[in-house]
């Protein structure tokens, strides 16, 4: 089976590479597990100073596979339980790393995609990026702490309506709004991307991870406690008949793996 996830570096920059470009880098337990290996192998290793997460393909991340859900609740209910487990794990793991977290947004990040690309320190997108937030649509809540760090950066008014109304964000909408740092060309969003991360650690390294851990201090005591308390909502949430229904109609109208949620 080929690799979802690769980890290479330039330098002291870490490279985190989603590579299942053919599904959209569509999110489920194998893309979690390698995805958590390599932040792993990061956070084990003193060479690296900051690490860029990044995608191949037209998107960043598609969210969860809906074809793969649907087919997984109808052989267990645990199988969603187990899902959300492991893109959790991964989701802490990022914010773990002592180190900043870039990530380098082109074409869609969608549910989980977006979750994934807010939990990383800073965003540089494409200006063809768009912030699919799609739960609602779906009639379930978010997950991948979505909810936790769009309402520790915009507050609790503008994440709800986000999360309720919003079907996405253009970059240049996530970038009024503080999601995104950079916005750069298509064509330079790589470059772009390594220029920041470059200028971000143009800083002694002992501040650079002094810094992160300040800032992230108080909020990251909650992230787990939140992400227990998220999963068990979206669960409430996919048990109901509206869920069902909606799933069932995404996945009757898609010929690809692609969804907005996990």
Sequence with gaps: MESKITLTS???????????????????????????????????????????????????????DLRQISDGLQRSDAYLESLISALNATIVALRRLPIPVIASVQGAAAGAGFSLAMACDLVVASSAARFVVGYAKLGTSSDGGLSFHLARRLGAARALEILLTRDSLSAGEAGQLGLVQRIAEPASLQEASLAFARKVIDVPAAAVREMKSLVGMVAEDNLERHLEQEKHAFLRCASTQAFSQRVAQFVAGSDSPRNAST
């Design 10 to 64: 330039s330098d002291d920059i870490a490279f985190v590479t989603m590579v299942d470009e053919a599904r959209a880098n569509a999110i489920d337990k194998v893309f979690c597990d390698e995805l958590l290996g390599a932040l792993r192998e990061v956070e084990g290793s003193s060479k690296y100073r900051a690490v860029i997460l990044q995608a191949k393909g037209r998107i960043f991340s598609a969210g969860g």
